[in-house]
């Protein structure tokens, strides 16, 4: 399975961007997706995960209450919606399917299938 994400950009600390993750085979619908980001130096972290069906979803605590993760099975998409926006929400964001498990996995070593990253600037 090929992952792509995109949607980042430059948003000043306060505003929103949505990351879409398009995957490239329909199996995509059936495995755990979640969000990841690396900021510069720093270790690739867990942001958000949702189970296949989208009833299960889990957040790390710095981003709870802003940032949402859903998913679209027809379109083999998931999204992360960010809102209030922070500098410290800098960093390439990442998505990556974890083909095994099925509840959210927040360990980088769960995941099976990565996407090429996109980078999220935001501005103070």
């Known amino acids: 399975v090929q992952l792509q994400a995109f949607g980042g950009g430059l948003v000043q600390a306060g505003g929103s961007l949505r990351l879409s993750c398009a995957a490239s085979?329909?199996?995509?619908?059936?495995?755990?997706t979640g969000w990841f980001r690396q900021a510069p130096g720093k270790e690739r972290e867990f942001v958000a995960g949702?189970?296949?069906?989208?009833?299960?979803?889990s957040y790390a605590d710095s981003v709870k209450g802003r940032f949402t993760i859903s998913r679209d099975n027809a379109r083999k998409t998931v999204y992360l919606q960010m809102n209030s926006l922070k500098p410290e929400d800098t960093a390439v964001y990442y998505c990556?399917?974890?083909?095994?498990?099925?509840?959210?996995?927040?360990?980088?070593?769960?995941?099976?299938?990565w996407g090429q990253g996109t980078l999220v600037t935001v501005s103070s």
């Open positions: 990556a399917a974890d083909v095994v498990s099925r509840t959210v996995r927040d360990g980088v070593g769960w995941y099976d299938y």
């Open positions: 085979r329909s199996t995509f619908s059936v495995y755990t």
């Open positions: 949702t189970s296949w069906s989208g009833d299960s979803t």
